[in-house]
């Protein structure tokens, strides 16, 4: 009984990405149901702050590289590696910048676990934050998401002046 139940274990060192997801879950769910909408809007609200800071630090990071904080330099002064957990296809056009996801560990591992009305208060939040801290001229359209287009897409672009 023992050798059947160690052949199922999974002994390759879980994803750091997979570990934040659940992590956000649990923390986002223990949040809701102790404090109720109050406390989604408050993980909501860390969220967002969490967003501008990186923002903030890409802004930087474009800085030191020679760049302006533009749509042509955020991706490549980007904070975060996307490697094999994420795929994208990233598009620099007239319209802005636009990136189609096929593949995002996050919304993967929220769908295998049944939490995504938890991460959904991620998704919702990080990537307009990013791009407001970055450049507080710059907005993201996240017009579709995993949990219910099955991809996601972004447009990333400088808002118009008024």
């Excluded at 909408?37 to 030191?64: C, T």
């Excluded at 938890?118 to 995993?146: K, L, R």
Aim: charge should be negative; aromatic fraction near 10%; glycine fraction near 8%.
């Amino acid at each position: 009984m023992a050798a059947e139940k160690d052949r199922d274990l999974d002994l390759e060192p879980v994803s750091m990405y997979v570990l934040f997801a659940r992590l956000f879950a649990h923390i986002t769910k223990e949040v809701g149901e102790q404090c109720g909408e109050v406390g989604i809007q408050a993980v909501r609200e860390g969220v967002r702050q969490f967003g501008l800071e990186r923002g903030r630090d890409i802004a930087r990071r474009a800085k030191a590289l020679g760049h302006e904080n533009d749509l042509e330099h955020y991706l490549s002064s980007y904070d975060m590696g996307r490697a094999d957990d994420f795929n994208s296809v990233n598009t620099l056009c007239d319209e802005g910048l636009i990136q189609d996801f096929s593949g995002c560990v996050f919304a993967e591992q929220w769908q295998k676990d049944g939490t995504e009305k938890y991460g959904i208060h991620y998704c919702e939040v990080i990537d307009p934050s990013i791009a407001e801290g970055y450049n507080a001229n710059m907005e993201c359209i996240h017009d579709q998401h995993f949990f219910k287009d099955g991809k996601c897409h972004f447009c990333f672009r400088m808002k118009k002046e008024s």
